[in-house]
């Protein structure tokens, strides 16, 4: 036990001064034998999106809803939509073709492009609505998770994107949406 507490303090004291990655070591240890093994961790699988966009497991994009919006009942999907291609750093050519909440698939292009009364809903309703109605049908989603979504202060979904001139589509890194506070 002592040996893997100082091994583990010693990787934790190189994560709190910030050192490289190719200082840092994996260790597998086995005393009844004896056998030490060091191995270096290797860098997150990188991920090449839209426009040469490289991202990995770790990045994410932030939707903060904003106090304004909070006041009108929180963010419309419409605005969600338009602030996801902004704040990823896309142009008016990419449109977003779905919207994903674990399996809940909340929006897409597909059946919602013209759907006003779901376009001008704020997110949060529509996140306890799909759970809701998915309780509902499969009897799998408690009143509980409903509930404790609303006690979250973010939630971490999915977005595609496609690419209007060559209907290419391609997943960003996960959208961070957060409450305001």
């Not at 961790?41 to 990045?59: H, K, Q, R, S």
């Given at each position: 036990t002592a040996v893997v507490s100082a091994l583990s303090a010693i990787e934790l004291l190189k994560l709190a001064q910030h050192v490289e990655l190719k200082f840092h070591h994996n260790s597998f240890?086995?005393?009844?034998?004896?056998?030490?093994?060091?191995?270096?961790?290797?860098?997150?699988?990188?991920?090449?999106?839209?426009?040469?966009?490289?991202?990995?497991?770790?990045?994410?994009?932030?939707?903060?809803?904003?106090?304004?919006?909070a006041a009108k009942g929180g963010m419309s999907l419409k605005r969600f939509l338009k602030r996801v291609v902004k704040e990823a750093n896309l142009d008016d050519s990419v449109v977003v073709s779905s919207v994903a909440y674990g399996p809940y698939l909340l929006y897409a292009g597909f059946?919602?492009?013209?759907?006003?009364?779901?376009?001008?809903?704020?997110?949060?309703?529509?996140?306890?609505?799909?759970?809701?109605?998915?309780?509902?049908?499969?009897?799998?989603?408690?009143?509980?998770?409903?509930?404790?979504?609303?006690?979250?202060?973010?939630?971490?979904?999915?977005?595609?994107?496609?690419?209007?001139?060559?209907?290419?589509?391609?997943?960003?890194?996960?959208?961070r949406f957060t409450r305001a506070n």
């Open positions: 240890v086995n005393l009844a034998l004896p056998f030490f093994a060091f191995t270096a961790p290797l860098p997150a699988e990188t991920v090449t999106g839209i426009n040469g966009m490289t991202y990995n497991l770790w990045d994410k994009i932030i939707v903060s809803e904003g106090k304004r919006h059946l919602h492009e013209c759907d006003e009364q779901l376009l001008t809903k704020p997110l949060w309703t529509i996140l306890r609505e799909s759970l809701s109605s998915e309780g509902e049908t499969l009897g799998d989603v408690s009143q509980a998770e409903v509930d404790e979504l609303d006690k979250k202060n973010y939630v971490d979904l999915d977005v595609v994107v496609e690419e209007s001139a060559t209907s290419n589509e391609f997943e960003l890194p996960r959208v």
